[in-house]
T-cell receptor, first 115, second 115 residues
């Protein structure tokens, strides 16, 4: 039972354009969402997060949008750069289940930014 | 600041053999996690420690997997005996305290191939 879904396995965009990475979730208890970025042969690194009390969080070129009614979030990268080419994981958790609430990850999306 | 250290980077074994992975978290980080990432999937939590105590091991296959974190610092994860389906990258992560609002810092992982 996949509670966090990243249905598109890959995305290719031109350098300078916008990258939009989508994520859907099924568990209505999830109230905190994170994006991690992973380069080959490295561990994932934290990119950006959003709480369910917000619908948008921005950090430089990265913006995450949350649509709670649709159980959907998206990561926007503007402008995209070749160094953004990596696997992006969406993760979610239900923080009100206790301090040790765990992250559930999606399968990841491979982003390729063409020069 | 040194990151999360893991060894070995790669391990190839035959089924029914035993294997052990080692992790040294970021200095001062009380919480340590072991994740399993099968090819094409997102990371799945195996076990979570707070200092030297287990917080969550609900997804650890305890008939063959074991983990310990003696003295609340570094940790080892063992598989005995290994099965073909254990082929995966084993990621160690740490955070400064309990709670998923705390960013996880991942190591580069150990890639295990079971033949």
């Amino acid at each position: 039972d996949q509670q966090v879904k990243q249905n598109s396995p890959s995305l290719s965009v031109q350098e300078g354009r916008i990258s939009i990475l989508n994520c859907d979730y099924t568990n209505s208890m999830f109230d905190y969402f994170l994006w991690y970025k992973k380069y080959p042969a490295e561990g994932p690194t934290f990119l950006i997060s959003i709480s369910s009390i917000k619908d948008k969080n921005e950090d430089g070129r990265f913006t995450v949008f949350l649509n709670k009614s649709a159980k959907h979030l998206s990561l926007h990268i503007v402008p995209s750069q070749p160094g953004d080419s990596a696997v992006y994981f969406c993760a979610a958790t239900a923080t009100n289940t206790g301090a040790n609430s765990k992250l559930t990850f999606g399968k990841g999306i491979t982003l390729s930014v063409r020069p | 600041e040194a990151g999360v250290a893991q060894s070995p980077r790669y391990k190839i074994i035959e089924k029914r053999q035993s294997v052990a992975f080692w992790c040294n978290p970021i200095s001062g980080h009380a919480t340590l996690y072991w994740y399993q990432q099968i090819l094409g999937q997102g990371p799945k939590l195996l076990i979570q420690f707070q200092n030297n105590g287990v917080v969550d091991d609900s997804q650890l296959p305890k008939d063959r997997f074991s983990a310990e974190r003696l003295k609340g610092v570094d940790s080892t994860l063992k598989i005995q005996p290994a099965k073909l389906e254990d082929s995966a990258v084993y990621l160690c992560a740490s955070s400064s305290k309990l709670g998923v609002n705390e960013k996880l810092f991942f190591g580069s992982g150990t890639q295990l191939s079971v033949l």
